[in-house]
């Protein structure tokens, strides 16, 4: 039963992105559900959540916490720094292509934009993840 509060703190935020997402466009995508990137993180709200779990249940001087605490901060950094810049970069490389087919036909997929997180977004979850991880 360790794991229920991160993972239901992982559904919270997906549901919430789910939310925000169908309020802002005016419909509902499923799809978000599975998806990388949006508010709030669902990366930080389940991170936190078990780190906030563990320092809670067994201590902060406890060597598992420090483990949780690293792992949690290394997919911080991930999910606002470099997922975030790889769906910049992917931003400018559709518009490159969009740019290109409008004066020949090229058949290619268009890239993922929505890899990252804004630090808000990353901030947001890490909120809900220390609240359910408390709770």
């Known amino acids: 039963m360790f ?3 991160p993972l239901l703190a992982l559904a919270i935020a997906q ?3 789910i939310l925000i997402y169908g309020w802002l466009n005016k419909r509902f995508d499923f799809r978000r559900l599975l998806g990388a990137g949006g ?3 669902s990366h930080a709200a389940l991170t936190v959540a078990l780190t906030t779990q563990i320092g809670k249940e067994v201590g902060i ?3 598992i916490f420090a483990v949780a605490l690293v792992f949690t901060l290394v997919v911080l950094y991930d999910a606002a720094g470099v997922r975030r810049a790889a769906g910049k970069q992917a931003a400018i490389l559709n518009k490159i292509m969009d740019e290109i087919m409008a004066h020949q036909r090229i058949e290619e997929t ?3 934009e929505l890899l990252g997180h804004t630090p808000f977004e990353v901030l ?5 993840g220390f609240i359910v991880g408390w709770w």
């Open 3 to 5: 794991f229920f509060r």
């Open 15 to 17: 549901i919430i992105k």
């Open 39 to 41: 508010m709030p993180s």
């Open 61 to 63: 001087s406890e060597p």
């Open 110 to 112: 268009r890239l993922k």
């Open 124 to 128: 947001v979850g890490v909120i809900l």
